[in-house]
């Protein structure tokens, strides 16, 4: 009877050490690889890289250092060539539009706009959940996901409060709902547990599908600008990397034209599958179609209105933060809009490519650390009678963003992420493993375009992230429009819905512990779905107009062989 505890001690013990193996066997077992040819020396790096990620056995940031160390040693690339992937014009546009995201934040400007959009929708459940998600789509194609979503969960929780917070389970006390009829008293008692269990079920149904629709809409919303999400910064970095002639032909304008149709398609039909499953079509009960609001409504409209008002008016800092963040966005617009001349092909005589939408985001944001949060002496209107008076007891005012706030909260470990995914791409093309991966290939030519897009579509969105490189490397040497599979590819990369740990906004609703995994997945393979029905339909309509897709460009023929 003792072996049994000491077997289960031993199995645990294993269990603990197993990081240990997975770091120290994973280079051994895959060692093969780098004992063959440079191509296959680079795929050892790759699938290195890929075991170490999924597992996290180092720290994602760490992990994404290996190619210097592993292709200088491999004689896939020089140190210096490889050092230069990690700080690209990519990267640039990253930092430089996380940090105007960081001030938004700094001056709570994201949660005046979201509390303003919600009094606009109501409270009534299926626009109250429309609310949810057309403020959380918002925001996330500005600033990240994960703090989009932590900072909407609390005031969905809130509004929750106010709307099933107060039930009485007196028959008595009850001011609307079915009436039970008082003449059988037993078969009355039954309708009314019968009407209590239904409350409570529809509670949590109304609870989950309002906590889903904010997660969802966060991941979904990235989608639209190529700062609002990882993969869309990978893909315009690959596309300057493998495709340096490419003529800038994916920039902000050209991305937002294209997405922000698929991502208000997807998120729309993503409302409506969350109030099907979740809040139900009683147009009468959801709608608040010829009805008047209960006390319940009016306490949760109360409560976010008064969320508001305790924000006061807005400040100088916020209307400051404001109007960069409106100039930043209109010269992304501007800058080189394909259909006519931008800005930049005035300014430096007939050469847009001068300046990027990195310069534009960078400028902003050293605005950012230059202009004072307070207003000037000469703007007097702005000022009232106590900020005159203590005005010469004080020093300078502060930047509208310091350099505190921004090494406090700037995820610099997606910096290094980006640019470990910008050195693989770039050994795979040193190597000539996308070459040999395009080789292999070739009996995908038969297949129609869209059935390629769509298979790899369900490998991105099933699987993981990493299978967009292959795509890439594989989309030139078939005759492919390399955009007809990378674009799909990215979006799919973003519409993680069926696990917790899928995105860090799942975790974030997970951790509250009102949705199962079960919920999760059943509700996110339809999402899944839907994502990749969306991606199908805007790459076979607007995306084969925008991009011309249906012929192979010139800037393509750089990857062919020699």
Known sequence: MAVLPLRVKMLRQVWRMKDIFILVCSPFILLPLALSTKAAACAYVIALMAVYWCTEVLPLAVTALLPTILFPVLGIMESKDVCMQYLKDTNMLFVGGLMVALAVEHWNLH??????????????????????????????????????????????????????????????????????????????????????SDVEEEKRNMSKGLLLCVCYAASIGGIATLTGTGPNLVLIGQMGQLFPQNGDVINFASWFAFAFPTMVLMLTLAWFWLQVLYVGCNLRKTWGCGTVRSEKERAAYELIRQEHLQLGRMSYGEVSVLSLFILMVALWFTRDPRFMDGWATHVFNSNAEFVTDATVALFISVLLFVLPSEPPQYLCCWRRSSDTESQGSRGPAPSLLTWQVTQKKMPWNIVLLLGGGFALAKGSEESGLSRWLGAQMTPLQSIPPWAIAVVVCLLVATFTECASNVATATSSPSCLNPLYVMIPCTLSASFAFMLPVATPPNAIIFSYGLLKVSDMARTGVVMNIIGIGCISLAINSWGRLMFSLDSFPPWANTTTPL
């Open 111 to 196: 949660k005046r706009i979201a509390l303003r959009v919600l009094l606009l929708f109501g409270v009534r459940p299926a626009l109250l959940m429309l609310g949810f998600m057309g403020v959380t789509a918002f925001l996330s194609m500005w600033i990240s996901n994960t703090a989009t979503t932590a900072m909407m969960v609390p005031i969905v929780q809130a509004v929750l409060d106010q709307l099933q917070g107060n039930v009485d389970p007196e028959p008595s006390s009850r001011t609307q709902g079915p009436t039970v009829v008082l003449h059988h008293e037993d078969q009355g008692k039954c309708m009314e547990l019968e009407e209590l």
